[in-house]
């Protein structure tokens, strides 16, 4: 069975300092690992995806994860957070079952970037 | 432009009834699928479609009924045997096939409310 544990409920920063958010995995094979964001009362918008190719993926908005698969992580990273951050992130793991993509979301990391 | 289409953004429903969600796709994707999500949990799946007229249950089908009558229309009916209906509803549609690697696309959600 595969799962996802996002291991900060909430994370506060300062507008220009670092991003991480961490994500760690669980999969019996090479996993397709993914990272969504989702404002407030809005659907989910994929920052950027992994399926075993770079293990340092580049998203939008200047996000970037890189997969370590002996860390069993798949973390996200910016490097200067803007306001527009603020957001809901989720952590997703996803692997084919007979024929159909199954997916599993970790609960969410809530991000809050302040002046 | 290509995308998800959900509707209403707002619903209410009374005890005993039942109420249906649209969503409607144009981006010519054979999956579709609905999600549920609660405050501070992650997403889980309710029903899939990988083709017309063929779902599939998810892991919390009880008190829901979905079609597929059409490549681009999903709906979701909440009945009255769904007991704890409050929450956000996402849609959302893939390509089939593939390792697990494929988007899935998200639409703007629905909130559901009992009164």
């Known amino acids: 069975a595969q799962s996802v544990t996002q291991l900060d409920s909430h994370v506060s920063v300062s507008e220009g300092t670092p991003v991480l958010l961490r994500c760690n995995y669980s999969s019996s094979y090479s996993p397709s690992l993914f990272w969504y964001v989702q404002h407030p009362n809005k659907g989910l918008q994929l920052l950027l995806k992994?399926?075993?190719?770079?293990?340092l993926v580049k998203g939008i908005n200047g996000f970037e994860a890189e997969f370590k698969k002996s860390e069993t992580s798949f973390h996200l990273t910016k490097p200067s957070a803007h306001m527009s951050d603020a957001a809901e992130y989720f952590c997703v793991v996803s692997s084919m079952n007979t024929g159909f993509q199954k997916l599993v979301f970790g609960t969410g990391t809530r991000l809050l970037v302040s002046p | 432009d290509g995308g998800i289409t959900q509707s209403p953004k707002y619903l209410f429903r009374k005890e005993g009834q039942n109420v249906t969600l649209s969503c409607e796709q144009n981006?010519?994707?054979?999956?579709m699928y609905w999600y549920r999500q609660d405050p501070g949990q992650g997403l889980r799946l309710i029903y899939y479609?990988?083709?017309?007229?063929?779902?599939q249950k998810g892991d919390i089908a009880e008190g829901y009924s979905v079609s597929r009558e059409k490549k681009e229309s999903f709906p979701l009916t909440v009945t009255s045997a769904q007991k704890n209906p409050t929450a956000f509803y996402l849609c959302?549609?893939?390509?089939?096939?593939?390792?697990?690697?494929?988007?899935?696309?998200f639409g703007e959600g629905s909130w559901l409310t009992v009164v």
């Open positions: 981006l010519n994707h054979d999956a």
């Open positions: 992994y399926t075993s190719a770079a293990t």
């Open positions: 479609s990988q083709i017309v007229n063929d779902f």
């Open positions: 959302a549609s893939s390509l089939t096939g593939g390792a697990g690697g494929n988007t899935i696309y």
